[in-house]
C-alpha cells in the first residue's frame, strides 16, 4: 500500500510540476489560454466521471458508462472560455483566433450534445425511471466540474500557477497526514458511520499539515530571494491569512473527503476506481481537493479584493 503510493507520487506530482510550469511558459510568450491548466482539470474531471457513473452504475446498472464523464467536462469548458472572453483591463475581448476559445467552444458542445442525446436514448427506453437514475449521476458530474473549476480561477489570480500549487500541496499534505496520523495515533473514530477508518487523530494532523504548507509558503520565498515577485503569496498576505488559507484546506479538504465516502457508501463501493495505485480512483486522490479549491478561491478574493 505504501509502496503503490510513493509510486503514484513519483509519476503524478512531477507530470503537475510540468503541466503548470508550461502553462507559465507559454502565458510569457503571449499565449493566455492556460491550456495545460485546463488539461489537469479536465484530467480529473473526466476521470472523476467516470468514477461516478461506476458507482451510480453499482446501484442502477442501466445507467450510462459516460454520462458522468459528459457532464463533468461542460462547466470546466464553460469556465474557461469566459475568463478568456473577459479581459482583466476591461478593454474588450481576447481575439477570436484564441486556441483556448475553439478548444472551449468545441468541448462544451460536444459534452452537453453527447449528454443529451445518451439521456434521449434511456429516456425513450426506460422512461421516468431512466431520467431519474440518470438525474444522479448528471448532479455528480457537475459537482465535480463547478467545483474544479475554481482551480482555472485560482489560475486567474495574481499568484497564478503558485496559487493552484499551494492547494494541491496543501491537499496532498493533508491526505498524507491524515493517512499516517489516523494509522499511528488510532484513536475515536470521526465519522465512524459514513468512513470507519477515519479518527480524530488523523483529522488533526492532516489539518496541521494543511497549516505547515501554508508557514512554508510564507517561509520559503525569501530565503531564495523572490522578495516582491509576483508568485509570492507570503509577500503579500499576513500570517494570519496565510494560516487561514491554510485551516481552510485542512478543514474543507476533509469535508470534501467525507462528502465522497458518503457517496460511495451509498453505492456499496470501498474505491471508486482503481486507476492509481494506493489511492484507488480519481474521486479517492482528489476528493480533497473539490471543496478546498472553491474556498481558498473565495477567500483569495476576499483578501486581494478580485475579481474587479
Known amino acids: 500500500m505504501l509502496r503503490d503510493r510513493l509510486l503514484a507520487a513519483v509519476f503524478g506530482l512531477p507530470m503537475l510540476l510540468v503541466l503548470l510550469w508550461l502553462n507559465y511558459v507559454l502565458r510569457g510568450h503571449n499565449s ?3 491550456l495545460p491548466l485546463l488539461f489537469v482539470v479536465l484530467l480529473i474531471a473526466g476521470g472523476g466521471g467516470w468514477e461516478i457513473s461506476r458507482v451510480v452504475r453499482q446501484r442502477f446498472p442501466d445507467t450510462s458508462r459516460w454520462n458522468g464523464v459528459y457532464a463533468a467536462l461542460i462547466l470546466p469548458f464553460l469556465v474557461h472560455a469566459i475568463r478568456l472572453a473577459i479581459n482583466p483591463n476591461g478593454a474588450g475581448m481576447v481575439p477570436v483566433s484564441s486556441l483556448g476559445l475553439l478548444v472551449d467552444s468545441l468541448g462544451a458542445t460536444a459534452a452537453v450534445m453527447f449528454l443529451f442525446l445518451a439521456v434521449w436514448s434511456d429516456a425513450e427506453h426506460r422512461g421516468w425511471t431512466g431520467i431519474k437514475e440518470n438525474l444522479i449521476v448528471i448532479a ?16 486567474e489570480t495574481q499568484f497564478r500557477e503558485m496559487a493552484v500549487l499551494f492547494v494541491f500541496f496543501g491537499v496532498f499534505a493533508l491526505d498524507t497526514a491524515a493517512y499516517f496520523g ?12 459514513v468512513s470507519p477508518s477515519k479518527t480524530w487523530a488523523g483529522a488533526v494532523c492532516g489539518l496541521l499539515a494543511a497549516m505547515a ?3 512554508l509558503f510564507k517561509l520559503l520565498p525569501p530565503l531564495f530571494g523572490a522578495g516582491d515577485a509576483w508568485w509570492n503569496l507570503g509577500a503579500r498576505l499576513s500570517w494570519t491569512r496565510m494560516l487561514l488559507l491554510g485551516a481552510a484546506v485542512g478543514i474543507f479538504g476533509q469535508l ?6 458518503v457517496f460511495k457508501r451509498w453505492g456499496h463501493v470501498k474505491d471508486s476506481g482503481s486507476f492509481l495505485p494506493g489511492h484507488g480512483g480519481f474521486l479517492d486522490r482528489f476528493d480533497s481537493l473539490f471543496l478546498a479549491a472553491p474556498v481558498v478561491y473565495l477567500l483569495l478574493a476576499w483578501f486581494l479584493g478580485f475579481p474587479r
Open 213 to 215: 504548507i501554508a508557514v
Open 32 to 34: 493566455p489560454d492556460d
Open 256 to 261: 470534501g473527503d467525507l462528502v465522497e465516502s
Open 140 to 155: 455528480g458530474g457537475l459537482y465535480l466540474g463547478g467545483t474544479l473549476s475554481a482551480v482555472l480561477l485560482l489560475g
Open 182 to 193: 489516523g494509522r499511528t495515533f488510532n484513536g475515536p473514530k470521526l465519522a465512524p458511520r
